[in-house]
């Protein structure tokens, strides 16, 4: 048995360019290029070994469309209209496999296997308000590989960006499926009192639910879908008199437990709270793409 040190160094170059083409209609294009890389220290002998497990490299086109009804308050209480999102990318990595001998060099290097595919997402919200200032959100979700690829390059239907009664490695594969309802109400919403720095701006409260899932192989067996639900509490502040400052609060609970098989492991997810708690400049309907894997190192 060793004693190891673990460091990694996760390399990341993004270039793009975003425009709006027409009112509430954006264009986002961007290449991005990615080395990600491992160094062990044994502590028993002072030896090391490093190795580049991923190189990554992908062009995608996003599209954002916003057409949500202007209302003071209206980003932490959108009461009308929709927005959405879609985006496509082409990806060309490279992901280890294992080790080989360098024959010229007497040193090991690494194998590769590549994988070239298409990645498709879209993400859509709208916004019912029924009656006085009570909210329904319905919201879809969806991606799509098209290829099967290793598990590091999944789509991830759970976490913060899905169904937030799983964690984010719960419910992983080639294909997702994510709808979600919210309920949401003002809680508090003053004239703007101040507290020190701080000037409140309001308070709203929200009961959610999800229902999705993903998958590698065939269609979504709908018999097996998987289902959350929680609650969520919203604070729309002013600090230091000119910087919005967005928090929200999230609990939420899985419904049933739920189990994953990877390289012949098991690993059980049983049913239990998990919780959120975000610091933005202002609240996120429709997350924005983030170039670092959400994989296993």
């Keep these: 048995d060793y004693g190891v040190d673990y460091n990694f160094l996760l390399l990341v170059g993004d270039l793009g360019a975003r425009m709006n083409v027409f009112p509430g209609i954006g264009v986002e294009l961007r290449a991005s290029w990615s080395q990600y890389q491992a160094f062990l220290d044994y502590t028993d002998d002072n030896s090391s070994f490093s190795y580049t497990y991923f190189k990554g490299r992908f062009g995608q086109a996003r599209f954002d469309f916003d057409y949500r009804e202007s209302r003071v308050r209206g980003n932490a209480h959108p009461r009308g209209g929709w927005q959405g999102q879609f985006t496509a990318a082409y990806e060309d990595n490279d992901f280890i496999e294992g080790f080989e001998v360098n024959a010229e060099k007497y040193t090991l290097q690494e194998v590769y296997t590549n994988y070239k595919y298409m990645r498709l997402e879209t993400d859509v919200t709208t916004w019912i308000n029924p009656v006085g200032k009570l909210v329904f959100q319905p919201r879809l979700r969806g991606g799509y590989l098209t290829e099967q690829v290793d598990p590091f390059m999944d789509l991830y239907a759970g976490g913060l960006h899905g169904m937030r009664?799983?964690?984010?490695?719960?419910?992983?594969?080639?294909?997702?499926?994510?709808?979600?309802?919210?309920?949401?109400?003002?809680?508090?919403?003053?004239?703007?009192?101040?507290?020190?720095?701080?000037?409140?701006?309001?308070?709203?409260?929200?009961?959610?639910?999800?229902?999705?899932?993903?998958?590698?192989?065939?269609?979504?067996?709908?018999?097996?879908?998987?289902?959350?639900?929680?609650?969520?509490?919203?604070?729309?502040?002013?600090?230091?008199?000119?910087?919005?400052?967005?928090?929200?609060?999230?609990?939420?609970?899985?419904?049933?437990?739920?189990?994953?098989?990877?390289?012949?492991?098991?690993?059980?997810?049983?049913?239990?709270?998990?919780?959120?708690?975000?610091?933005?400049?202002?609240?996120?309907?429709?997350?924005?793409?983030?170039?670092?894997?959400?994989?296993?190192?």
């Design 165 to 297: 009664g799983y964690t984010f490695y719960a419910l992983g594969g080639t294909k997702k499926v994510i709808g979600s309802l919210a309920m949401r109400h003002p809680i508090w919403t003053p004239d703007r009192p101040r507290f020190g720095w701080w000037h409140f701006d309001g308070l709203w409260g929200a009961v959610f639910a999800d229902v999705g899932d993903a998958w590698r192989y065939g269609d979504l067996d709908v018999d097996n879908l998987k289902k959350d639900w929680g609650v969520e509490l919203r604070a729309k502040l002013y600090s230091w008199y000119g910087f919005p400052t967005a928090l929200t609060f999230a609990a939420a609970r899985q419904l049933e437990g739920h189990s994953v098989t990877e390289n012949n492991e098991t690993t059980y997810y049983p049913p239990t709270w998990r919780y959120y708690f975000t610091v933005l400049f202002e609240f996120e309907t429709i997350f924005p793409h983030t170039s670092i894997r959400g994989g296993k190192l």
